[in-house]
């Protein structure tokens, strides 16, 4: 259960597994460091231990991805920054519930998404997720499972040959201009 110890050290035992923490309105919360919008929630999960959940919409969730994923700071160029904002929202709304049984939806790493909550925001990014709004890409009436990385060493390789249980017509492996160019600049 959770035992709650205030600034002070003084402690009280609680016979809960869950608790929430929530910042006055308009205001971020603090964790390890870090800033969040909306909701902290703190659960005991199955193996024990204390796990912090943050709770927010999509679109504000969205702000602490675009910039964690595609930093504006290196690549300043609002359309691709857009693009990352409708494949990350894309990929949200597909592996949505995918960690359900531990009490989220996605995962706040590279394993699904890099998430720097609010602290990561950007207003080049920001705006990049405002204008993209609602959008996201599908196949056959679904969000598509939009599969993303950081690098790719100058070329992708189709999902099926590393995911087979992703296989999608649409995961198709495909050269990395940016990439690649710098390869080719260093030979």
Do not use: M
Request: hydrophobic share 40%; net charge negative.
């Amino acid at each position: 259960t959770i035992r709650l110890v205030d600034a002070a050290w003084d402690t009280k035992a609680t016979n809960a597994t869950r608790a929430i923490a929530l910042a006055a309105p308009g205001a971020p919360l603090s964790l390890e460091g870090k800033t969040y919008r909306g909701a902290i929630e703190f659960r005991i999960d199955a193996s024990g231990r204390l796990r912090a959940i943050d709770w927010v919409e999509l679109e504000t969730y969205l702000r602490g991805v675009v910039p964690s994923e595609l930093g504006p700071e290196v690549w300043p160029q609002l359309e691709a920054l857009k693009a990352q904002a409708v494949a990350a929202r894309t990929y949200a709304l597909a592996n949505a519930a995918q960690f359900d049984e531990d009490g989220y939806d996605i995962c706040a790493t590279p394993r699904c998404q890099a998430y720097g909550g609010a602290g990561a925001e950007h207003p080049l990014s920001d705006r990049a997720v405002s204008e993209t709004r609602g959008e996201i890409v599908s196949w056959q009436g679904k969000p598509i499972d939009a599969l993303y990385t950081a690098t790719c060493g100058g070329h992708t390789e189709d999902a099926k040959e590393i995911f087979p249980e992703q296989a999608a017509p649409y995961l198709v492996g495909v050269p990395c201009r940016a990439e690649d160019q710098a390869l080719a600049r260093t030979r």
